[in-house]
């Protein structure tokens, strides 16, 4: 009998959305790398609106922590606040709405917090979990490094924001091409990941 072929994690436009976790004020000088997971996100979003695919925007706490940052650029999303360390409660009516949905791109912070338990709360219903590594960050490197290897054994797929952009774009035909060119001309800023997986991270094997 032939063994099941795994996923091979595809994305389309049609059935996927960004989720934007928690990028808020009071952890901009606590969360490393913070200033480029922020520009990271702003551009997958950028390329979304694009490409119409949806987005969705959370705060946690935002009484206490904050509003969104404004370079996020997430002019015209209505932040949904929370109190728990997954976003899938809060996005629970938006999840059911969407029947058609098969893949989420994941970004915000923090890594080993919001970002892994929504992971795990999505992979729960059967749907694709794509991390955006170059757009989650923590406030500890270790946490960053341990919440994204329990996701990809959890079997979520570890991408960067170009990566998943030229997947969703998919065709250099397509009309949108110059336009998400301009976005992606210039390489994703450091974040700090080369560091994490420097001389093949054993915990990545």
């Known amino acids: 009998m032939a063994a099941a072929r795994p996923s091979l ?19 901009r000088h606590h969360i490393a790398y ?11 979003l ?3 609106r694009l490409l119409e695919v ?5 705060e946690q706490y935002p009484e206490g922590l904050g509003p969104t940052v404004p370079e996020l650029g997430a002019e015209g999303l ?5 109190t728990c360390f997954s ?17 989420v791109l994941l970004c915000g912070i923090e890594t080993q917090a919001c970002i892994l338990n929504t992971a795990l709360d999505l992979l729960d219903r059967g749907l694709q979990v794509h991390v955006v590594v170059d757009a989650c960050s923590s406030r500890s490197q270790v946490d960053r490094l ?43 800023p450091d974040s700090g990941l080369l ?7 054993p915990l990545f094997h």
């Open 54 to 58: 949806p987005a969705v925007l959370t």
């Open 34 to 44: 913070f200033p480029q997971i922020v520009s990271v996100a702003a551009r997958m």
């Open 195 to 201: 560091g994490l997986f420097q001389g093949q991270n």
């Open 87 to 103: 976003m899938v409660p809060a996005l629970q009516r938006e999840l059911d709405s969407r029947p058609q949905l098969r893949s």
């Open 9 to 27: 994690g595809r994305i389309f436009p049609g059935s996927s959305i960004l989720f934007l976790c928690d990028m808020q004020e009071k952890f």
């Open 146 to 188: 341990m919440a994204l290897t329990r996701m990809r054994q959890s079997g979520a797929f570890l991408s960067t924001s170009e990566g998943l952009i030229l997947q969703l774009l998919g065709d250099a035909a397509h009309p949108q091409f110059e336009e998400i060119m301009k976005i992606i001309k210039e390489p994703a």
């Open 46 to 48: 950028r390329a979304a």
């Open 78 to 82: 209505q932040p949904l606040a929370k």
